[in-house]
């Protein structure tokens, strides 16, 4: 199991930008999601924290979605030397979307749900801090559900007329009741009934990745249950903010969101 968990991760990072043992994928690109190689026993450090990394070295990483022309890692070897390694960063263009005809409060919420919206963003920060042994996420992404890509990761959203905060997942829109299943294995670390995204569920990858699926109109998986790749999760619904029946899927690196769509393997038509 753990040879071909290695070779899943190696395959994520088959053409390297740096020399030597340390490497990380070309084509780095803002919101993108990324699997690194270190030494063995080397510390990793991005952004001025460490950051975790397999017994073999490997490591998840996320770029935000408006991340800068380069970042850089340092890599501390169990020898005790030090070096840095810097890498380009590819800009990713975002569209401006409009959506009219929410219902009033669901744009800007009566000061009665406020509490509870809160209490739902607290949930949600809860399930995204876990930082489990799981490598679930070395494996290449299957699609959660096949339909149109109708909302893209970033964009600007205008809703009603009021510009609001960019779209922090995709969203494929398929009719109400299509399955939905799990791109990568994991644990099921939130399901909830949420204000703006109906039935939600949460599910965690290890080191820091987790994926979330939002408006379902039925859950099929419960808090802590063990997860296959491909397991079936729910179905396709219009609960919260809702104007269609859609999948609202995100993807995180702890609390930085990442844009899964970069991940994903072309789908067959």
């Not at 999601?33 to 950051?51: H, L, Q, S």
């Not at 005790?80 to 219902?103: I, M, N, T």
Request: proline share 7%; aromatic share 8%; net charge neutral.
């Amino acid at each position: 199991m753990k040879l071909r968990l290695l070779c899943l991760l190696a395959l994520m990072i088959p053409a390297v930008a740096a020399a030597g043992e340390f490497r990380v994928p070309e084509n780095l690109t803002q919101g993108g999601f990324y699997v690194g190689k270190a030494p063995e026993e080397a510390e990793v450090w991005f952004k001025g924290r460490r950051i975790r990394t397999t017994p073999a070295g490997y490591f998840p990483f996320g770029l935000n979605w408006k991340e800068g022309k380069e970042i850089s890692f340092r890599v501390v070897n169990g020898d005790g030397s030090e070096k840095d390694y810097s890498f380009a960063v590819r800009e990713q263009k975002y569209d401006v979307s409009v959506v009219d005809g929410l219902p009033p409060k669901m744009v800007t919420p009566p000061p009665e749900v406020q509490d509870r919206i809160r209490k739902d963003a607290l949930k949600v920060k809860a399930a995204r801090k876990n930082d489990s042994d799981l490598a679930d996420f070395g494996k290449p992404m299957v699609w959660p559900l096949k339909g149109r890509v109708s909302g893209h990761f970033g964009n600007h959203r205008i809703l009603n007329g009021k510009p609001r905060s960019p779209h922090t997942g995709m969203d494929i829109a398929a009719p109400e009741g299509a399955p939905v299943v799990a791109p990568w294995g994991g644990k099921v670390t939130m399901v909830a009934d949420l204000y703006y995204t109906g039935n939600t569920v949460i599910i965690d990858h290890g080191y820091g990745v987790s994926t979330v699926y939002c408006h379902l109109s039925s859950v099929a998986v419960e808090e802590g249950q063990q997860i296959e790749q491909g397991a079936d999760l729910g179905r396709v619904g219009m609960t919260g903010r809702a104007t269609g029946p859609h999948l609202h899927w995100g993807l995180n690196w702890y609390a930085e969101r990442l844009n899964p769509e970069l991940s994903l393997p072309e789908i067959d038509n």
